[in-house]
């Protein structure tokens, strides 16, 4: 079975500044994915980012970062340059042996950008 | 341009009444998954389908849903008769084609039942 914990169920965050978003996963896969979204208030699910396990290089798009640290079991969201339009819900999620999108997801953290 | 266009984006239906969510992709998929949310809760998961079969239901998937590819383009979600319990945003997503991984989820259909 797989378990995703987001311990931060809200963070403020000051315009430009950069926000770290926790997320720690639990799996006996071998080989798993981990996938950032993130969700504003019209509901759409949005795809960030997204880290394979034998990724040896973490996975960056754009203002966003996943911190991939396989040992600590942790999968963090950096996002720079925080704008107004980042105040959303954002969910981490991972999938489990390949070929399987059967996606666990986190509980959220909604994160707020402050001008 | 999203990569699944999902109709209607909102519905409101009668408890013990059928609905049919649908799902249509920009290009030719072979994947497709149906996800819901219900309000302030986690996404689960329900179903996948891939070449015209379910390759894996979560137990929330029973009987009362049903999934097909009718036309060969559309994807949908049926739901034979609703519960209250039903009341979710559903979604539907897909792989893009060639890409490692990352899934794409669709604009989400609001399903309330009263």
């Known amino acids: 079975a797989q378990k995703i914990t987001q311990t931060q169920p809200g963070m403020f965050v000051q315009e430009k500044e950069a926000v770290t978003l926790d997320c720690t996963y639990d799996?006996?896969?071998?080989?798993?994915?981990l996938f950032w979204y993130k969700q504003p208030s019209s509901g759409e699910m949005i795809f960030l980012i997204y880290q394979g396990s034998y990724d040896e290089q973490n996975a960056t798009e754009g203002r966003y970062s996943l911190n991939f640290q396989k040992a600590r079991k942790s999968a963090n969201l950096v996002i720079s340059a925080s704008q107004l339009g980042d105040s959303a819900m954002y969910f981490c999620a991972m999938r489990g042996e390949a070929g399987s999108y059967q996606l666990t997801f986190g509980k959220g953290t909604k994160l707020s950008v402050i001008p | 341009e999203p990569e699944v266009t999902q109709t209607p984006s909102h519905q409101v239906t009668q408890m013990g009444q059928e609905v049919i969510l649908r799902c249509v992709p920009i290009?030719?998929?072979?994947?497709f998954y149906w996800y819901r949310q219900i309000l302030g809760q986690k996404v689960e998961f329900l179903v996948s389908?891939?070449?015209?079969?379910?390759?894996?239901k979560s137990e929330i998937f029973d009987d009362q849903f049903s999934v097909e590819r009718p036309d060969g383009s559309n994807f949908t979600l049926k739901i034979r008769s609703t519960k209250l319990e039903d009341s979710a945003m559903y979604f539907c997503?897909?792989?893009?084609?060639?890409?490692?991984?990352?899934?794409?989820f669709g604009e989400g259909s609001r399903l309330t039942v009263l």
């Open positions: 799996t006996s896969d071998q080989s798993y994915g």
């Open positions: 997503a897909t792989i893009r084609g060639g890409a490692s991984g990352e899934l794409f």
């Open positions: 290009s030719n998929h072979l994947y």
């Open positions: 389908f891939y070449n015209n079969e379910i390759s894996e």
